[in-house]
């Protein structure tokens, strides 16, 4: 049975910055690839960014590009989301997933992933 499990969320000031993780159990991380996504209240869910299983190449939405990283540690089934400047709107449940697929086309759908972890609440505070 895979398992994700997401922790680091929070209450932070506007500016600020949060470290997300994602532990993974189950099969070998490092054969899947990763993604994390946000849910706003009152709005649907969307791509944040993703890591393919390799870790040669990652993704990010447009918007976020340059303020937030994902990377990943295949020795402890793990990946992260760096976020920094953070802002108001970047208010969300944040969830990790996993599935396959490598091409950024892919990975930024949801129906690429098979497991979802249950999400951790990011509160930014203006």
């Known amino acids: 049975q895979v398992q994700l499990v997401e922790s680091g969320g929070g209450l932070v000031q506007a500016g600020g910055s949060l470290r997300l993780s994602c532990a993974a159990s189950?099969?070998?991380?490092?054969?899947?690839?990763m993604g994390w996504f946000r849910q706003a209240p009152g709005k649907e869910r969307e791509f944040v960014a993703a890591?393919?299983?390799?870790?040669?190449?990652?993704y990010y939405a447009d918007s976020l590009k340059g303020r937030f990283i994902i990377s990943g540690d295949n020795a402890k089934n793990t990946v992260y989301l760096q976020m920094n400047s953070l802002k108001p709107e970047d208010t969300a449940v944040y969830y990790c997933?996993?599935?396959?697929?490598?091409?950024?086309?892919?990975?930024?759908?949801?129906?690429?992933?098979?497991?979802w972890g249950q999400g951790t609440q990011v509160t930014v505070s203006s």
């Open positions: 189950g099969r070998d991380f490092s054969t899947y690839s």
């Open positions: 890591l393919t299983w390799s870790g040669s190449s990652t």
């Open positions: 997933a996993r599935g396959l697929g490598s091409l950024s086309i892919t990975l930024r759908k949801e129906g690429t992933y098979k497991y």
